[in-house]
């Protein structure tokens, strides 16, 4: 589990593709690997990957061609900047909020404009997605935690401040590019339930 707090901006060092198993990726981090365990779970701009080997300053996983056709990833290259966040230990402080690791789909940039110092950012959501974003509610983007203000349609709008923009891949998104979107667990819910009646 996650909370949608980014703590590393880390950056693909490798691509390894092989025929007929998982792509392989080298994350370059900050983080101290020394406390990183094999098997361990990271976020990947909110996609939680299992690290598989590491060195000083980087660390590998492999990703399923599956994984790589429902997400962002399959776009990935040596330099693509990555928001990293680690898995919740028990008294971690929830920041954001709950955040699974698995997402549900891919939104689009829309538009982008100023708003002050933050950015003002419309995004559409994935047409089976859309009825699970509400004003006021939460949405991973890219492994960020965000809070919906507005919802038209399949369009809705959030503010980006300037330390997200700084600290997280918002501060280079543009029109037209893609996030990975994972809808808040309790629309999840709450829709499965409304399904039963």
Not at 15 to 40: N, P, Q
Not at 42 to 58: F, S
Not at 70 to 84: M, P
Request: net charge negative; glycine share 12%.
């Amino acid at each position: 589990m996650f909370t949608g707090i980014v703590t590393d901006l880390g950056e693909v060092r490798r691509v390894l593709k092989g025929e007929g198993r998982e792509t392989r990726f080298e994350i370059a981090t900050g983080y101290d690997l020394a406390g990183v365990a094999i098997g361990a779970s990271i976020a990947h701009n909110g996609v939680c990957l299992t690290i598989i080997d590491k060195g000083p300053d980087w660390y590998a996983v492999e990703v399923s061609a599956e994984t790589l056709s429902k997400t962002t990833l399959g776009g990935w290259q040596a330099g693509t900047r990555v928001n990293l966040e680690r898995a919740l230990a028990v008294g971690d402080e929830l920041g954001g909020h709950i955040v699974s690791g698995h997402v549900d789909g891919v939104a689009r940039v829309a538009a982008i404009r100023p708003d002050n110092q933050s950015l003002r950012f419309t995004f559409e959501a994935p047409a089976d997605l859309a009825r699970f974003v509400a004003p006021k509610g939460s949405v991973a983007l890219d492994g960020v935690s965000l809070t919906v203000n507005e919802v038209d349609g399949r369009l809705f709008g959030i503010n980006v401040i300037p330390h997200t923009q700084a600290a997280t891949t918002f501060g280079t998104l543009r029109e037209n590019d893609v996030v990975n979107m994972e809808i808040d667990m309790l629309a999840r819910y709450v829709a499965r339930l409304l399904q039963r009646e």
